[in-house]
């Protein structure tokens, strides 16, 4: 199975088309959103093309072939409008061999996880709006960034996970 992983959108249509066209082109089987998906919040500028309602309905569209993990702008209503479950803190995935444990990164981080890892294993977070990938303590943590608000010169970019190798690419 090919999965490629997104965070942050925060309701942009511009960077949620661009998302599933990407998709689409990978020829992925599953998007996994690493949550914020369809609001802003306070400490953020609002990005271009912000439009909920149509991220919604472009969303809606592949809810089959979507998987996400709730962000920290992500909110109860949101289960109202999506056509998939949003509410989950994290989720766990296997490729291969490999244990990838996925959140959005408010709850849970570099320095704060709720379980012990496999050595090897890899934590795809968001939040943080910033390119990553590192190796700290045995782990590898990656996060995509987020294409509609990217901080510290993060270029907007994706994950690929496929047959037990993670790969971030620039959008």
């Known amino acids: 199975m090919?999965?490629?992983?997104?965070?942050?959108?925060?309701?942009?249509?511009?960077?949620?088309?661009?998302?599933?066209?990407?998709?689409?082109?990978?020829?992925?089987?599953?998007?996994?959103?690493?949550?914020?998906?369809?609001?802003?919040?306070?400490?953020?500028?609002?990005?271009?093309?912000?439009?909920?309602?149509?991220?919604?309905?472009?969303l809606n569209d592949r809810s089959r072939d979507i998987l996400a993990v709730r962000g920290n702008c992500d909110a109860e209503v949101d289960?109202?409008?999506?056509?998939?479950?949003v509410r989950a803190d994290y989720i766990w995935l296997m490729s291969g061999e490999l244990t990838i444990f996925a959140t959005h990164g408010?709850?849970?981080?570099?320095?704060?996880?709720?379980?012990?890892?496999?050595?090897?294993?890899?934590?795809?977070?968001?939040?943080?709006?910033?390119?990553m990938d590192r190796m700290k303590d045995g782990l590898r943590y990656m996060n995509p960034g987020s294409p509609s608000i990217p901080k510290e010169d993060s270029v907007p970019s994706y994950i690929i996970i496929e047959d037990g190798e993670l790969t971030l690419k620039e959008f």
């Open 106 to 131: 408010h709850l849970f981080d570099m320095t704060d996880l709720p379980f012990d890892l496999p050595s090897g294993s890899v934590v795809l977070f968001g939040h943080i709006h910033v390119t």
């Open 79 to 85: 289960d109202m409008v999506l056509k998939f479950p």
């Open 2 to 58: 090919k999965i490629m992983v997104a965070s942050d959108i925060h309701g942009s249509s511009t960077w949620c088309r661009r998302i599933l066209e990407v998709f689409d082109k990978e020829g992925a089987d599953k998007l996994l959103l690493l949550g914020d998906i369809l609001y802003h919040g306070p400490r953020n500028d609002v990005p271009s093309d912000y439009s909920p309602k149509e991220v919604t309905a472009m």
